[in-house]
C-alpha cells in the first residue's frame, strides 16, 4: 500500500468515529472520490462498504443502495480483492439492503422480493445459515401485515444455527422480543429482552433500541417505574445518534401517553430535521406518527394554541402541527399501501395515532412545562342531583359535626341552592353558612372577623349564647392579620369569653365543644403574641403555655366528644412547640406524640399531618432518624386525601431526607421523585422542585444508575440559581454529575463539570472542596488522555492542598504530574524524576514537621512509601532496554539498582506500616521482584514473588502477577 492509499485507509477509519449525520457522509463521499482517482481495487471496495456504514447509520440510507450494487459487480468481476473480511463485510450488508428496501416506498415489492431470494441463493452457495434470511423475510412478511408468513419465518429464524453472518445477539435478541410483543405477550418480550437491559449482550445500537421497544410494554404490564427508568436511560443513549429516529419517536410516545406532553415536545424540539430527512421513510412515518398522537393529545387538553417546534419552514401552533403530521402520515402510509397492496401500514398509523393514555401522569423527576393540574385535594363528596336543601343541611351538618375537610364546600352549597329557591333559612343555617364562609382560605381577615360576629348574633337570637361566645372568640382571632399580635381589645375579648364559657359550661348552657373552641381561640391568639413577640417571646411563651395547659386540663374529662379531642390535641402540639423552641427536644418528642395520637383517637387525622411532621423533625434531631420515618410516613399517610400540592411536596421532601439518612436510597428517591411532581403540579415552587431533583439525582447514584440520574442532574442544573437555590446546591449537583459521567466512561465531560463547579468554590472561606474538584478534574482529564490540561487541574490541586496543609493530598498530585511529564514527554525524564523528587521532599517535610499523629502520621508514611514505589517503577520505565549480564557498572545498570533502592525503601516504609500497610508492600515486593530478576538474580526474584503467594493466595491480582514473575525469573 503506498503512501497515500494509507492516509486515504486511515481518513476512513478516522471517519468512522465520527458522529452519525450529514456532515459524517459528506466526509465519506469526498474521501471515496479520492479513493476513485487512486485505481486500487482493494482500497476501493475499502471505501463503498464505508459509504454503507455511513449511509446505513443515518437519515439517507436510500443512499445506500448505488454502493452496494457496485460492490456486487465488483465481487462477480474480481473476486480475488475480497479478502475475508472484505467478503464478510459484503454479505453482512446484504441484510441491510434487502431489509432495508422496505422502508423505501418507491421500491416495489416484487423488487424486494427478488433481492430476498437472491440473497437466500448467494448465502446457500457460500454455505452461511438461513438464519439471517429467514430474519430478513419476518421483517417483510410482519412490514405488509401477513402474519402468518411472519410466524412460519420466525419459526425458520429461530431453527436455523446461528453462525457469523447472524446479527448480533443482543440485536437478535431486539427482533426476537418485538415480534413476541406484537402478538400481544409483553412478558414474554421483556424476558427476552432481559440480557441486553441488564446489560450482558450489548452492541453499537444495543440496549438503545431495546430500551425504547421496552417502554410501552412495561407500561402494559403496570412496570410505570421500571419505564420510567428505561427512558431515562435510553434517550440519553439515543439522543445524539441521527440514526435512531425510530427510538426518538418510541420515547416521543411514552411521553405522550403518560401524562408527559411538555417532555415529548422538548424532544421534537431538539431535531427538528427529523421532519425533513426524507432518505429513510419508515422512520419519517414513525416520527410523524408520534407527532400526531402527542399534539392531538395536547390539543384535546386545550394547548392547541401554543407554539411548537414543527418542520423548520414555518412557525407552527399544536393544533396546526398536529393536522399537519396526521395529513402527512396518513399520505405516507398510504404510499407503503398501494406498494404492499395491503392496508397493513395505515391500520397501525391509525391506531398508533389514536391511542390512550395509559397514565394520566408518570412522573418522571424532570422538569415540567405543562400547566398545572388540579391539586391532590379530596373534592366534597357531591350532593345527589335534585337533593332538597334539607338534605343538603343534614349533609353538611354530618360533615361539620366531625369536622370533614368537606364541610365548607357542603355549607356554600346550601346556601348556593337556598338562593335558586328562594328558601328562607333559619338563624342557625344562617349562622353555619356564615361561620363556614369565614373559614375559606380566600376570604380575608376582616371579612372572616365580620362573618363570625354575624354568626354570633344568629347563634343568641336563637338561644345558643354557648355557640355564640365561641363564634365571638373566632372572630378575636381572626382580626389578627398583620403579623404584629393581638391587640389590647383582642386579648381582652379573648379573656372575657374564656370567664363567660366557664360559667355556662358549668350551669349546662353551653357544651364542651363550645368550650374547647373558646379556650382553644384564646390559645391561638396568645400564640399569634409569640410569632409577634420574636425578639422577646419569653413573656408571650409563657401565656400561651398557661392558655394551652388550661385547656388540655379543663377539657380531659370531655374528650369522648371528637371536637373537643381534636382541640386538646391542637393544645399540646402548641405545648410540643413551646418545648422545642426551647431546646427540650425529648420533652417536645413526648408532647407531638400525645397530639398526633389524640386527633386520631378523635376521629380526625387528617389534622395530624403537621404534629407528625414535627415529631419527626425533633425525632431526627434526637438522632433517631428509623423514628423520624416512622412520623414523616403517618404524616404523609394522613394527609394524601386532604393536603394540597405544596404541602404534599414538603412531606415527600421531609420522608426523603429520613429515609436517605437511614440508608434506604430507593424509596428515598421515590418520594423525591414524587416530591418534584407535586412541586410541579403546586406551580411555581421553582425551589422546592429544583431540590427534589437535585435529591433525586443523588439518591440515583448512589444506587449506581449513573444514566439516570445523569440525565436528571443534567435537566435540573439549568434550574438552580445562586439567589434561589445556593452556590453549594449548584456545586453538589455538578460533582454528582462528574460523578455519573466517570461511571459512564466520560471522563472529559465529567472534567468539565468539575472545573465549573471548582470555579464556583473557588471563592469560598474553606477551600476544601475547591481543591477536591480541581483534583477529580485533574484524575478525569487524565484517564482522558488531556495532558496538559491534567496537569493545570492537578498543579492547581496542588497548590490548594498546600494552603490546607494536606501533606497527603499535595504528594498524591506531585506523582500524578510526574507521570504526566513522562507522557507528555515534552520534558522528558528529567522533569518527571523533579517532580518525584518533590514528591518525596514534601513528605519528608511534613514528617518532620511532627506534628501529624495516629491516622495522620500513617497517611504520611505511606505516602512517602509509595512515593518510593513509584519513584523506582518510574525510573525502571525511563530505561531503555535492560541491564546486560555482564555490565556492573554501565548506565543502564545504574538506573536498575537505584530503582531497586527505591523499591526496597518503600517495602521497608509499607513493613513499618504494620498490617495496613501489608498490601501495598507486596505490591512494592514484586516490583522489587520485576527489577531483581532483570539484575541477574533470579532467586531473590522467586523468593519474592513465593512470599507474596504464601501471604496473599486469596488476592487474585497479586497472585497473578506473582505466578508471572515466578514464571519470570525462571524463564
Not at 165 to 189: I, M, N, P
Not at 226 to 251: K, W
Not at 445 to 470: I, K, N, Q, V
Request: proline residues 4%; glycine residues 10%; hydrophobic residues 45%.
Amino acid at each position: 500500500m503506498t503512501s497515500g492509499s494509507h492516509a486515504l485507509w486511515q481518513a476512513l477509519r478516522e471517519n468512522y468515529a465520527e458522529p452519525e449525520g450529514p456532515a459524517r457522509n459528506a466526509r465519506a463521499e469526498r474521501i471515496f472520490a479520492e479513493i476513485e482517482q487512486s485505481g486500487e481495487t482493494g482500497l476501493l471496495i475499502d471505501g463503498l462498504n464505508h459509504l454503507m456504514q455511513v449511509y446505513n447509520y443515518s437519515s439517507e440510507t436510500d443512499k445506500m443502495f448505488v454502493p452496494f450494487a457496485r460492490l456486487l459487480r465488483l465481487w462477480e468481476e474480481r473476486p480475488g480483492e475480497f479478502d475475508s473480511r472484505r467478503a464478510h463485510s459484503l454479505f453482512w450488508m446484504f441484510k441491510w439492503v434487502s431489509s432495508g428496501m422496505i422502508d423505501q416506498p418507491h421500491i416495489p415489492l416484487a423488487s424486494i422480493e427478488r433481492w430476498q431470494d437472491e440473497m437466500a441463493r448467494r448465502y446457500r452457495l457460500a454455505g452461511h445459515s438461513e438464519r439471517a434470511v429467514r430474519q430478513g423475510e419476518l421483517r417483510i412478511a410482519r412490514h405488509i401485515g401477513d402474519m402468518e408468513r411472519a410466524a412460519r419465518a420466525y419459526a425458520a429464524w429461530q431453527a436455523a444455527e446461528r453462525d457469523d453472518k447472524s446479527d448480533c445477539r443482543a440485536c437478535e435478541l431486539h427482533t426476537q422480543g418485538a415480534w413476541l410483543a406484537r402478538r400481544g405477550d409483553d412478558a414474554g418480550a421483556l424476558e427476552s429482552w432481559r440480557p441486553v437491559l441488564t446489560g450482558e449482550l450489548t452492541c453499537a445500537h444495543e440496549p438503545h433500541e431495546v430500551l425504547a421497544a421496552s417502554l410501552l410494554p412495561l407500561l402494559r404490564l403496570g412496570r410505570a417505574g421500571d419505564a420510567r427508568a428505561h427512558h431515562l436511560r435510553g434517550y440519553r443513549l439515543v439522543r445524539p445518534m441521527e440514526s435512531m429516529r425510530g427510538a426518538v419517536a418510541r420515547h416521543v410516545e411514552f411521553c405522550a401517553l403518560t401524562g408527559n406532553e411538555a417532555r415529548g415536545l422538548e424532544i421534537l424540539a431538539e431535531r427538528p430535521a427529523y421532519f425533513t430527512d426524507t432518505g429513510e421513510p419508515g422512520s419519517l412515518l414513525d416520527h410523524l406518527a408520534v407527532t400526531a398522537l402527542l399534539t392531538g393529545r395536547l390539543t384535546a387538553l386545550g394547548h392547541g394554541e401554543h407554539a411548537v417546534t414543527g418542520p423548520p419552514d414555518r412557525s407552527w401552533t399544536v393544533r396546526e402541527l398536529a393536522g399537519h403530521a396526521r395529513a402527512e402520515a396518513l399520505a405516507l402510509a398510504g404510499r407503503f399501501d398501494l406498494r404492499n397492496g395491503t392496508t397493513a401500514v395505515s391500520d397501525r398509523i391509525r391506531e398508533r395515532m389514536d391511542r390512550a393514555p395509559l397514565l394520566e401522569r408518570l412522573p418522571l423527576g424532570l422538569s415540567a412545562g405543562r400547566p398545572a393540574t388540579a391539586a391532590a385535594v379530596t373534592p366534597a363528596p357531591a350532593p345527589p342531583a335534585g337533593a332538597a336543601v334539607g338534605e343538603l343541611i343534614a349533609a353538611a351538618r354530618e360533615l361539620s359535626e366531625a369536622q370533614r375537610p368537606g364541610a365548607l364546600a357542603a355549607w356554600a352549597a346550601v346556601s348556593a341552592a337556598a338562593g335558586r329557591e328562594g328558601t328562607d333559612l333559619d338563624p342557625l343555617v344562617r349562622a353555619e353558612i356564615a361561620e363556614h364562609r369565614a373559614m375559606e382560605q380566600r376570604v380575608d381577615s376582616a371579612e372572616a372577623a365580620r362573618l363570625f360576629d354575624t354568626a354570633a348574633g344568629l347563634h343568641e337570637s336563637a338561644g345558643d349564647p354557648g355557640r355564640a361566645l365561641a363564634a365571638r372568640a373566632r372572630a378575636a382571632y381572626a382580626r389578627i392579620d398583620d403579623g404584629s399580635g393581638p391587640g389590647v381589645e383582642e386579648a381582652a375579648a379573648a379573656d372575657s369569653a374564656r370567664s363567660e364559657i366557664l360559667v355556662l359550661l358549668a350551669e349546662g348552657r353551653a357544651r364542651p365543644r363550645e368550650a374547647a373552641r373558646v379556650l382553644l381561640s384564646r390559645c391561638r391568639i396568645r400564640q399569634a403574641g409569640v410569632v409577634a413577640a420574636a425578639g422577646e417571646p419569653e413573656a408571650a411563651m409563657a401565656a400561651l403555655e398557661e392558655a394551652a395547659a388550661e385547656l388540655t386540663a379543663r377539657m380531659e374529662p370531655h374528650l369522648a366528644d371528637g371536637a373537643v379531642g381534636a382541640a386538646v390535641a391542637e393544645a399540646l402540639g402548641l405545648l410540643g412547640n413551646i418545648s422545642a423552641f426551647r431546646g427540650r427536644d425529648g420533652e417536645a418528642a413526648e408532647l407531638y406524640a400525645r397530639a398526633a395520637a389524640g386527633y386520631e383517637a378523635a376521629g380526625r387525622p387528617w389534622f395530624s399531618v403537621e404534629v407528625h411532621s414535627q415529631l419527626a423533625a425533633v425525632r431526627g434531631r434526637l438522632g433517631d432518624p428509623a423514628a423520624a420515618v416512622r412520623a414523616a410516613r403517618a404524616a404523609l399517610e394522613h394527609a394524601r386525601a386532604h393536603t394540597g400540592a405544596g404541602g404534599l411536596c414538603g412531606l415527600h421532601l421531609q420522608l426523603m431526607e429520613y429515609l436517605a439518612e437511614t440508608g434506604e436510597h430507593a424509596e428515598a428517591a421515590e418520594h423525591a421523585l414524587q416530591a418534584s411532581h407535586w412541586a410541579d403540579e403546586a406551580g411555581g415552587n421553582t425551589a422546592h422542585g429544583g431540590y427534589a431533583r437535585h435529591r433525586l439525582g443523588g439518591l440515583l447514584l448512589a444506587q449506581g444508575r449513573a444514566d439516570e440520574a445523569a440525565t436528571v442532574l443534567e435537566t435540573v442544573l439549568p434550574e438552580l440559581t445562586a439567589d434561589e437555590h445556593g452556590e453549594g446546591m449548584i456545586v453538589q449537583t455538578l460533582w454528582w454529575l462528574g460523578d455519573c459521567l466517570t461511571a459512564l466512561d466520560s471522563p472529559r465531560t465529567a472534567a468539565e463539570h468539575w472545573l465549573r463547579a471548582a470555579d464556583i468554590a473557588r471563592g469560598w472561606p474553606d477551600q476544601r472542596d475547591h481543591a477536591m474538584l480541581a483534583n477529580l478534574a485533574g484524575e478525569a482529564l487524565y484517564r482522558a488522555e488531556l495532558n496538559p490540561e491534567a496537569e493545570s487541574a492537578f498543579r492547581r490541586a496542588g497548590e490548594l492542598w498546600r494552603g490546607l496543609g494536606d501533606g497527603p493530598a499535595l504528594v498524591r498530585t506531585l506523582r500524578v504530574r510526574a507521570w504526566l511529564a513522562l507522557r507528555e514527554g515534552r520534558e522528558g525524564p528529567a522533569a518527571a524524576r523533579e517532580l518525584m523528587r518533590a514528591a518525596e521532599e514534601e513528605a519528608e517535610r511534613a514528617l518532620r514537621a511532627g506534628a501529624p499523629s495516629g491516622e495522620a502520621l500513617g497517611r504520611l508514611r505511606a505516602e512517602l512509601a509509595d512515593t518510593h514505589r513509584q519513584t523506582g517503577e518510574l525510573i525502571a520505565n525511563t530505561v531503555e532496554g535492560r541491564p546486560d549480564p555482564g555490565d556492573t557498572d554501565g548506565p543502564v545498570r545504574a538506573a536498575y539498582d537505584e530503582a531497586l533502592a527505591y523499591t526496597e525503601r518503600a517495602v521497608a516504609g509499607f513493613t513499618a506500616l504494620g498490617p495496613a500497610g501489608a498490601r501495598d508492600r507486596a505490591r512494592a515486593e514484586l516490583l522489587a521482584g520485576w527489577l531483581a530478576a532483570d539484575l541477574a538474580d533470579p532467586a531473590g526474584a522467586e523468593a519474592r514473588a513465593r512470599g507474596v503467594l504464601a501471604g496473599f493466595a486469596s488476592d487474585e491480582a497479586l497472585r497473578t502477577e506473582a505466578e508471572a514473575l515466578l514464571r519470570y525469573a525462571r524463564g
